[in-house]
T-cell receptor, first 113, second 112 residues
Framework: GNSVTQMEGPVTLSEEAFLTINCTYT??????LFWYVQYPGEGLQLLLK?????DKGSNKGFEATYRKETTSFHLEKGSVQVSDSAVYFC????????????FGRGTQLTVWP | EAQVTQNPRYLITVTGKKLTVTCSQN?????MSWYRQDPGLGLRQIYY???????DKGDVPEGYKVSRKEKRNFPLILESPSPNQTSLYFC???????????FGPGTRLTVT
């Protein structure tokens, strides 16, 4: 069945540090891949996405590349800020015509000044 | 402003007392969905709707009901809430399931 494995948190970094949050998945077919972010007290919002192999999604300094061969979609940012403190969710779709998302467990990121 | 609204935002209730959490979107989206968020488990889909009068079970539908009589509204109904339904609930909508989903602000439910 479909599953997604995210790096367990919490992740604590100093400002300007490099961030990687790993995400691997199993799916039928070739799903679209998403990262969502949840800031404290809010609902989730789309951070970036990629829809086919080797695509790179990017937004707000974050990047993730669709790696079909390793079924991975790792999130990276070169220099984190305090305002990036949030919970990050990796979310492939189910690769079928319905395309419903399934979410990883989330990774809590805290950035200290 | 494009948004998904949920009400109430916070609710404390007792076991067995029926409740409804409302969800409304103003983006004319066809797809709507309910999730619950629990520590260590991430988001799990409860029910979803592809269009008016079309609903289907997600991954954790037990103990919940939904209806979709109008395109903009997708209420979540707990006929007889139990303590294991204490959770943070999110409604979401999108044009189609694999497009960007817009989430409501969440409803924190406590069942005692």
């Amino acid at each position: 069945g479909n599953s997604v494995t995210q790096m367990e948190g919490p992740v604590t970094l100093s400002e300007e540090a490099f961030l990687t949050i790993n995400c691997t998945y199993t799916a039928t077919g070739y799903p679209s891949l998403f990262w969502y972010v949840q800031y404290p007290g809010e609902g989730l919002q789309l951070l970036l996405k990629a829809t086919k192999a080797d695509d790179k999604g990017s937004n707000k300094g974050f990047e993730a590349t669709y790696r079909k061969e390793t079924t991975s979609f790792h999130l990276e940012k070169g220099s984190v800020q305090v305002s990036d403190s949030a919970v990050y969710f990796c979310a492939p779709d189910r690769g079928s015509t319905l395309g419903r998302l399934y979410f990883g467990r989330g990774t809590q990121l805290t950035v200290w000044p | 402003e494009a948004q998904v609204t949920q009400n109430p935002r916070y609710l404390i209730t007792v076991t067995g007392k029926k409740l409804t959490v409302t969800c409304s979107q103003n983006m004319n989206h066809e797809y709507m969905s309910w999730y619950r968020q629990d520590p260590g488990l991430g988001l799990r889909q409860i029910y979803y709707s592809m269009n008016v009068e079309v609903t289907d079970k997600g991954d954790v539908p037990e103990g919940y009901k939904v209806s979709r009589k109008e395109k903009r509204n997708f209420p979540l109904i707990l006929e007889s809430p139990s303590p294991n339904q204490t959770s943070l609930y999110f409604c979401a909508s999108s044009l189609v399931p694999s497009y960007e989903q817009y989430f409501g602000p969440g409803t924190r439910l406590t069942v005692t």
